[in-house]
């Protein structure tokens, strides 16, 4: 058999393909990173090292995760795209707002066709002391009667965002809050014994402090706590309505009721009071009543007018700041003057005998009158 030899040459071009997907150097598919919040510089940053870079320079971004829950923090992190290092960026980190991040990075080779590896970047975030413990509300104003035993006055509140707070409350050593107590852990402010007299002192202003309990960087807060020792109880009348009925020739300036009150608080001058003639209608054109005593004077003749019946509304009020005061009525019956009138009929005959006495009663002649003293005479015929 003949024998042809030939040769012939073939030449393999192998393309290259890129079947190699980029992979990142971690334990098991994600790297656990645990920062500080606030502002982290590059220095602090981590490197993430891609294992397989056989097709060349990888290009690394962020594809998730890279905005907090409520978005209020966006490109919390950066990488840069050609070293892969991850950082925190310029904003910060905030533990208040969000404790943990999830990232996701990618690198991308620069084969024909480009493969993308991804990686998830778990950043837990360290609480550190960047929060005051805070007065909500700064400022508490209360009023209270004056007291001498230890009496509660009103609890202060503090927040600290911070986990690690441990919030603890004082008062600023001062003149006005020598005489009150504070509870460290709860913030009940309470007065001493004997603290609470109005003439000692009718108004306390002092300040609160608290701190954090942190050994380092320890942060405060300020309240402001107002205590007034204030007018609790009105005066008030012994009656809702006091009556008196007087003639019409009452003299002027002459008493003829006194009205009363009561104030139940235990000192002055809550418990001072006085009185004023406040209605109604023409009454207090004919009445004036005492401002300390409650006396009640006829002021103006009352035969200028010919009324029967007045009402005054009397008012007493203490001198608490606000005064508190009470109301009551006053009804005045006035009897006005009429002409004594005999009670025996005109033309009534009595039998006398002739020998009576001189100077014997015969008999006794009724009048009515309207109180007024009459006298009587004989009008001889
Ligand atoms: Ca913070
Ligand atoms: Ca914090
Ligand atoms: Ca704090
Ligand atoms: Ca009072």
Redesign the pocket.
Known sequence: PERNNGSTTVTINVLDVNDNTPRFLSNNGRYVETVP?GIYTVASSRLITNVNPENGLLTYSITGGNTDSDFSINNAFRINPTSGEFSVGNVGL???TQKVHYITVAAIDSGPTPRTGTVLVTVNVL?????NPNFNPVNYEVSIPESSSITPIVTVSAKD?????NVVYKLVASTDSNDFTIDGASGLISSKVNALDFETKPRYVFRVTTTDGENKNELSGTATVTVNILNLRAPVFTSRNFDVTINETQDLGIVFIKVTATDDDTSGPFNQFEYYIVGDGIAPNYFEIDINTGIVRVRSSLSADDGEEYTLTARVIDNGKPPKEDTATIDITVNRVQPPRFTTPPGSEVNVREDLDPNTGIFTLPVTTTGNPVSFFLLLF
């Open positions: 919040e905030d533990y208040e609480d550190i002391n960047d929060n965002m911070d986990e690690t707070a």
